[in-house]
């Protein structure tokens, strides 16, 4: 009798997986398709045939020359790059030449100041100032 109750028991286990590995297959089934649809067209976008690629590659050896668009585009692209390269190092020198005269322009400040406060300590008013006192040679 135990024998009998363990295979039944089994039995319904099986039924029961079955069952639902087939709802689960059948829910994943419709989402892998959608997904196998979407990456086939990305694959047709990214992958060329076999025989393109084949015919590609040997129009196009390694000494082979390029074409003229090829050439063009190219020579445009450097171009391109170096023109924007050229506006970033002129722009870091008009923004370094400018740093430099800012400073220069309070150092100069500075020192004016400072010599100013130094003839107005040191004049006594007996002599006329500094600039009208002045020894030729």
């Known amino acids: ?7 039944l028991a089994c039995l319904s286990a099986a039924v029961l997986l079955t069952m639902l590995q087939e709802g689960t297959g059948a829910s994943v089934g419709s989402q892998q398709g959608a997904g196998q649809d979407a990456q ?20 196009r050896g390694k000494r082979s020359s390029k074409s ?3 050439v063009n585009a190219e020579n445009k692209q450097k171009l391109r790059a170096d023109e924007l390269r050229r506006e970033y ?8 030449e400018n740093f430099v005269e800012e400073q220069n322009d309070e150092q100069e400040e500075r020192s004016r100041e400072a010599i100013e406060q130094w003839r107005q300590w040191h004049y006594d008013g007996l002599y006329p100032s500094y600039l009208y006192n002045r020894h030729h040679l």
């Open 1 to 7: 009798m135990a024998w009998r109750q363990l295979l």
């Open 40 to 59: 086939e067209d990305v694959e047709k976008k990214i992958f060329m045939r076999e025989s393109d690629a084949s015919n590609f590659l040997k129009r």
């Open 68 to 70: 003229q668009d090829e």
């Open 89 to 96: 190092y002129e722009e870091q020198r008009n923004e370094f």
